[in-house]
Nanobody, 117 residues
Framework: VQLQASGGGLVQPGGSLRLSCAHS????????IGWFRQAPGKEREGVSC????????RYSESVKGRFTISRDGAKKTVYLQMNSLKPEDTAVHYC???????????WGKGTLVTVSS
């Protein structure tokens, strides 16, 4: 399985970014894509995830109502739309193949999101 995150950058507080996770190599049609992030000096934390089987989504409390995860099966891409960004959202964001940290088997290369004025 290969996962490649992109779309990070510098944005002002209150702004928006859309991250993309291009994936390949899943042998089954059913899979899970999760987004995690790691801020400087902090532990890696789960942000959101989506199931291809039923479209079920999950969000951490810190991003609920501001972030939206979606997927395009034909393009094999999962998106994370991030609105109302805050300085505390600054982190390297990773896409993975699970919702729970303990179940992640593949980590994609991260993309840096910086929220600053």
């Amino acid at each position: 399985v290969q996962l490649q995150a992109s779309g990070g950058g510098l944005v002002q507080p209150g702004g928006s970014l859309r991250l993309s996770c291009a994936h390949s190599g899943f042998t089954l049609d059913e899979y899970t894509i999760g987004w995690f992030r790691q801020a400087p000096g902090k532990e890696r934390e789960g942000v959101s995830c989506i199931s291809s089987r039923d479209g079920n989504t999950r969000y951490s409390e810190s991003v609920k109502g501001r972030f939206t995860i979606s997927r395009d099966g034909a393009k094999k891409t999962v998106y994370l739309q991030m609105n109302s960004l805050k300085p505390e959202d600054t982190a390297v964001h990773y896409c993975t193949d699970a919702c729970m940290y303990s179940r992640v088997q593949n980590w994609g290369k991260g993309t840096l999101v910086t929220v600053s004025s």
